[in-house]
């Protein structure tokens, strides 16, 4: 239902701009969200945006760096990706709640795609 693309190889302060694609019939109103699992870590929460677009919810790790947004026409969410750095080096999985409002906790999405490898190079 839900498939991730845009992940691939960069250097450390490039950029990338990952896309998932939501096939569900009712991405409008499902709050949005990116997460993360690097090697041997746990996953961890990255991004989220509300139903509508207006609200988006960032770690403090990436905040000021990506951008999360939604295009409800094309049932897709972005994440845009600017100087990365080589910890940003995970696993990239977009997933979907049943519900409007952000959340930074993974138990709360329902729906989770097959992840997008992004690999930053230092």
């Known amino acids: 239902q839900l498939q991730a693309s845009g992940g691939g190889l960069v250097q450390a302060g490039g950029s990338l701009k990952l896309s998932c694609v939501d096939s569900g019939r009712t991405f409008a109103r499902n709050a949005m969200g990116w997460f993360r699992r690097a090697l041997g870590k746990e996953r961890e929460f990255v991004a989220s945006i509300s139903w509508s677009g207006f609200s988006t919810l960032y770690a403090d790790s990436v905040k000021g760096r990506f951008t999360m947004s939604r295009d409800n026409a094309k049932a897709t969410v972005y994440l845009q990706m600017n100087n990365l750095k080589p910890e940003d080096t995970a696993v990239y999985y977009c997933?979907?709640?049943?519900?409007?409002?952000?959340?930074?906790?993974?138990?709360?999405?329902?729906?989770w795609g097959q992840g997008t490898q992004v690999t930053v190079s230092s």
């Open positions: 997933a979907a709640r049943r519900g409007y409002g952000m959340e930074m906790a993974s138990p709360s999405y329902d729906y």
